[in-house]
């Protein structure tokens, strides 16, 4: 069974950093392109970032304005998302997804994780 | 701000059919495949669709998708009390360079 876990969620400060963490089983997991996807309170879903399966290929949703940088352990089986400059607009569950294939572009989300929520305020 | 365009609710009684529309772009829907996901808040989203029209095993034939230009569509039929939830369709968009999602329809069953 596939299992997604997310980790590294909370409450920090505008101007704050955090690292999400996704500890992933029952797949092979450096055979496959990752994603982070997240929804804000009343919202609905936002594409935050992909990687490929060797790190090779990243791609970030516009409104990150570089703030924000997805990374992998592929001995770990665990994906990251290092989020920087917090804003009280990223407040929101973080869902970490697994691709079907290597590449992370032009793909679907076949697994999901529950979700991790990050709360940003003074 | 999304960049694909979903009914914000529909509804239908038991048994019925209902169909959910998603209006996108040439850069998108219209040159790239359309997905569907179901989700129910505070659980994990599932995928119903992907590539404009098939179902991943497990997800019963009562879902369908279908694409039309820079447009697709998810029905629903023999509508039941568990189909009660938000769903989103999504797309690569080659001009943003990214993944889009849809606005989110919730079907509530009545």
């Known amino acids: 069974e596939v299992r997604l876990v997310e980790s590294g969620g909370g409450m920090v400060q505008p101007g704050g950093s955090l690292k999400l963490a996704c500890v992933t089983s029952?797949?092979?997991?450096?055979?496959?392109?990752m994603h982070w996807v997240r929804q804000a309170p009343g919202k609905g879903l936002e594409w935050v970032s992909s990687i490929s399966w060797n790190s090779g290929a990243t791609a970030y949703a516009g409104f990150l304005k570089g703030r924000f940088s997805i990374s992998r352990d592929n001995a770990k089986r665990s994906l990251f998302l290092q989020m920087n400059t917090l804003e009280t607009e990223d407040t929101a569950f973080y869902f970490c997804a697994k691709g079907p294939f290597k590449q992370m572009k032009y793909n679907w989300f076949d697994s999901w994780g529950r979700g991790i929520l990050v709360t940003v305020s003074s | 701000q999304s960049v694909l365009t979903q009914p914000p609710s529909a509804s239908g009684t038991p048994g019925q059919r209902v169909t959910i529309s998603c209006s996108g772009g040439g850069s998108n829907i219209g040159s790239n495949f359309v997905y569907w996901y179901q989700h129910l808040p505070g659980t994990a989203p599932k995928l119903l669709m992907f590539?404009?029209?098939e179902r991943p095993s497990g997800v019963p034939d009562r879902f369908s998708g279908s694409k039309s230009g820079t447009s697709a569509s998810l029905a629903i039929s023999g509508l039941r009390s568990e189909d009660e939830a938000d769903y989103y369709c999504?797309?690569?968009?080659?001009?943003?360079?990214?993944?889009?999602f849809g606005t989110g329809t919730t079907v509530n069953v009545l």
């Open positions: 029952g797949f092979t997991f450096d055979e496959f392109g």
């Open positions: 999504a797309s690569w968009d080659d001009s943003l360079t990214g993944y889009v």
């Open positions: 590539r404009d029209n």
